[in-house]
């Protein structure tokens, strides 16, 4: 990927980065960039995430798919464990279906389950520990389902998990094909492993390139955020929040990277938003956000970034030619110029309003370019943990509400189940 | 609909807002009740979308989509003109499929217009001035598309626009049923009109249904937020805001709701984003975010309220009994149970770090209730622009980026457009 940072320059945005404060901040990046690097050589937890285009197998994964014959994936995962599959799977143009099951929502779940043929659906149930409540829940209902259409789920479902657990016993009493999670990999760093891949392979993609992008993207990693895209993203983005642009608006211009945002605000949310500081992730989609979020961006609190990402290269359709009045302009030009003509302007309408944005580019939307950008942005943010000194690879603030829920159920005693009762009330109605 | 305002009290956020305070905003929510009240009675621009329960016509929506037999539904417009069908769409349980087309994607336009059948698909093109870009040049491509697949495209269109302009002279020189954009109803405010309710209309939708909930919200507008669940709402996030929460991330706990989310991301962030002032809404999903952005809500920056949507009633799905370990509470409990858990851990793991939120209940996801809902968050938006002293029905920011894009593909000389080639480069690749 390539980063265009000009846009966050005090030059541009009111506040803005200087020369000076990047080239003193590129002093703290060398440090960061020597603890990441001794992270990843030691395989630490975390850091060991942006060893994967090394340390991952495609020839597993491979493997574990083969004995798999579907039209259909159904990916049963929250967070982490489904995101990934379903930035591939939106991305790429894959020769299978993909849905995911993340939610716990009943009619939706029923909706998707009633619509599909089961008897060429696959499942890939995934979950490092084995007992995430929503997962396994789905899990439950879809297999339920399959055995109720006289269809033997054995047959067809694949499973990534930790060494031990119930989902590994499950695999082992069944002989599903088991792909394990890899050590020290949180679910958001997960993409590039055996939590995300699997909807690549099962559905004719390009694993190979997938990792040989992140590969290309690992050895642009340099001390220095003027030699190396990510950091670039990660210590200007960093830089921002710290001059008050605390909203990080993710915008691709690429229906097909729309989940791709989704990815990068889980990636960017769990990951720096502790300890009071961090970037809320806004998801857009460009141009039609342009139409909703722009207004604010532009003319809210000065406390919105932009980040707009496109690929050079696409698919283009021409725009028939017209009579109608005012718009020959639009005719004998095409969707793709209308597109790229926006990007453009919506960075311009910004810049000319003195907020901040960033400009990464990848040449177009394939499995290489989309490798790098994955493993980029998982780069930047890693960067980004320790610029805020943060602990990166935890999520301690969602520990509370699962103790909650399970008590609700009545999986234990908690006293956080019992604070749930005492809510103060204020009802309007 | 019925708001909840407990959490978002001094005695459970920090900082949050007094009762003291809710007492002393109240006098200001009267005066400003009085204002819309007005408006409404003289159907003034912007207000006239509160007398859309009482001004939308039913029949003559019927009476436009009579002429037209198809499976799927085409929506052509963009921002306001294709979210609150799209919205409408995904809550309610239509006879059609609906797609729209509200990006000029071109990858995405052709893989859709390639995947439909075209014969057994019709077509909404909105837009008022009929010279929205994106919009028209989406309309020029399906219809040079319909025409190569040898359908008659003048069967299957149906117009939404002004009462003048490209769109009108084209339907009327094709005969093409056409509905008027109610005067005085911005785009963003137009989903319970003939811009949205075609759609539900022409699905087997309840359209009366719709307007009647909507009407139900507008007779409980009195001059209190403390009477007023709309105003509850539009009131406290106001306050909140003033108080440093200055992101509203709206979470709704059903598949069904996920779109409603981006229309009220767009109601909000270009009603009230302007002059410096308003509230960035972050789209979220129930329970699949808490595994995503709850980190953030709950450690990062204290400056995201969180608003949590949940219908009372739902159909459900019983967990199958399972002998997995430490997973036999879910089994005899239900998806349903789950999520409801959920909600409600997450609204307790919030109040308990001293994070506003607000509670927003319907009964069920039906067409009453929804229209009770876009009505109830309408009149909240309008009652925070007046709570605000920002132009709630503008968007002046979003007409910068439109002369510059437009510039750029040769219609017209704008200097936005040079601007644009003057860009400020640090590219780091």
């Known amino acids: 990927m390539e980063v265009d940072i000009g846009n966050a320059l005090g030059s541009v945005a009111t506040p803005g980065v200087s020369r000076g404060s990047l080239e003193r901040l590129d002093e703290r990046v060398a440090d960061a960039h020597e ?42 995962g929250i967070g982490g464990s489904a995101l990934g599959a379903a930035t591939i799977a939106d991305a790429l143009d894959l020769d299978i279906d993909v849905h995911t099951l993340d939610n716990v929502d009943p009619d939706h779940t029923r909706t998707l389950l009633d619509s599909l043929d089961l008897s060429r659906t696959a499942l890939h149930v995934v979950s490092r520990s084995g007992t995430t409540a929503e997962t396994l829940a789905n899990f439950l209902v879809a297999r339920e389902a399959m055995e109720s259409a006289g269809v033997d789920w054995t047959e067809r479902t694949l499973v990534t998990t930790g060494e031990e657990g119930n989902l590994r016993g499950l695999a082992e009493r069944h002989d599903l094909p088991a792909l394990d999670v890899p050590a020290g990999v949180p679910g958001r760093f997960s993409a590039l492993s055996t939590v995300a891949l699997p909807v690549a392979a099962l559905g004719g993609g390009d694993v190979e390139g997938l990792l040989a992008g992140a590969g290309a993207e690992a050895e642009g990693l340099t001390g220095s955020l003027f030699e190396s895209p990510a950091y670039a993203y990660g210590a200007t983005t960093y830089a921002l929040a710290q001059r008050g642009w605390r909203v990080n608006a993710m915008m691709p211009y690429a229906e097909s ?46 406390d919105a970034m932009v980040s707009l990402v496109r690929p050079r290269e696409r698919g283009d359709v021409s725009i028939p030619e017209t009579d109608l009045e005012g718009l020959s302009y639009l005719g004998g030009s095409s969707l793709g110029e209308l597109l790229d003509a ?25 499995a290489h370019e989309l490798g790098g950008l994955l493993y980029g942005m998982e780069a930047a943010c890693v960067l980004a943990g320790e610029l805020y000194l943060v602990p990166t690879f935890t999520q301690p603030a969602v520990e509370w509400g699962k103790r909650a829920a399970r008590g609700l159920l009545g999986g234990g005693e908690f006293e956080e189940a019992a604070a749930v009762e005492e809510k103060e009330r204020l009802v309007v109605d």
């Open 35 to 76: 603890r990441i690097e001794a992270g990843i050589g030691d395989r630490e937890h975390g850091y060991a995430a942006l060893a994967l285009p090394e340390t991952a197998d495609p020839d597993a994964i491979r493997a574990a798919v083969d004995p798999i014959d579907c039209d259909t994936l159904l990916v049963v």
């Open 257 to 302: 990277l729309e989940t791709f945002a989704e990815w990068f605000a889980q990636l960017w949310a769990e990951s720096l938003g502790k300890e009071g500081v961090g970037q809320l992730p806004a998801r857009a989609l460009g141009a039609t956000d342009q139409h909703s979020q722009l207004q604010l961006y532009r003319a809210g609190p000065r």
């Open 342 to 366: 926006e990007f453009e302007a919506t960075e311009a309408s910004l810049a000319a309003a003195g907020r901040p944005n960033v400009r990464v580019e990848i040449d177009r939307v394939d």
